[in-house]
């Protein structure tokens, strides 16, 4: 099945700084993976999702990049505000196999120092 | 806030008594699942539902039980069974032939 490595595991910056996050899958048939940000207490919300027959795709601060042949992909958040502080999670999904099933990474705890 | 809805939000059991987890959906959504977040360890799949009166196990399966009766309807039982219940519990939703899901608020099960 599926194996889907998330690093680092807890990041720090400084309001205004770009923060990056790195996912790794092994299912070369995996064509879907999405980003979720967790808050404290709260829900896991989907903030950007990308396809495999797309390289990257950009949402106001969040950028996402996905390499193919390496099989990584990487959350890219730009001046980061104190309210991008929160767990990210990464996924990967083979819509192809029918399921839909997502496999998560472990989490990547975001603090944006004010 | 999503049409997803999970209760009770707390829950407290005895070792030894099963429970049972409520999650329901008015999104009209084909598939369901039940997820296990631990500290540390993401979200685990446990069960999950593609169409009603049918279900397949996710990584996590044992000690667990679930029913897909309706399609509104995907209720969690956490049996005696489960070494280690403690946690917290999310339900997510999503259309047939669509990848995105859809989160409910979580149930946080402590066993006492």
């Known amino acids: 099945g599926e194996n889907v490595e998330q690093h680092p595991s807890t990041l720090s910056v400084q309001e205004g700084d770009s923060a990056v996050i790195k996912c790794t899958y092994s299912?070369?048939?995996?064509?879907?993976f999405p980003w979720y940000k967790q808050e404290l207490g709260k829900r896991p919300q989907l903030i950007i999702d990308?396809?495999?027959?797309?390289g990257e795709k950009k949402d106001q601060r969040i950028a996402v990049t996905l390499n193919k042949t390496a099989k990584h992909f990487s959350l890219h958040i730009t001046e980061t505000q104190p309210e991008d502080s929160a767990v990210y999670f990464c996924?990967?999904?083979?819509?192809?196999?029918?399921?839909?099933?997502?496999?998560f990474g472990k989490g990547t705890k975001l603090s944006v120092i004010p | 806030d999503g049409g997803i809805t999970q209760s009770p939000k707390y829950l407290f059991r005895k070792e030894g008594q099963n429970v049972t987890l409520s999650c329901e959906q008015n999104?009209?959504?084909?598939?369901m699942y039940w997820y296990r977040q631990d500290p540390g360890q993401g979200l685990r799949l446990i069960y999950y539902?593609?169409?009603?009166?049918?279900?397949q196990k996710g990584d996590i399966a044992e000690g667990y039980s679930v029913s897909r009766e309706k399609k509104e309807s995907f209720p969690l039982t956490v049996t005696s069974a489960q070494k280690n219940p403690t946690a917290f519990y999310l339900c997510?939703?999503?259309?047939?032939?669509?990848?995105?899901?859809?989160f409910g608020p979580g149930t946080r099960l402590t066993v006492l």
């Open positions: 997510a939703s999503t259309p047939g032939g669509y990848n995105e899901q859809f």
């Open positions: 299912d070369s048939a995996s064509n879907y």
């Open positions: 990308i396809r495999s027959n797309v």
């Open positions: 996924a990967a999904s083979n819509s192809g196999a029918g399921s839909y099933q997502l496999t």
């Open positions: 999104l009209n959504h084909d598939a």
């Open positions: 539902s593609q169409i009603v009166n049918d279900f």
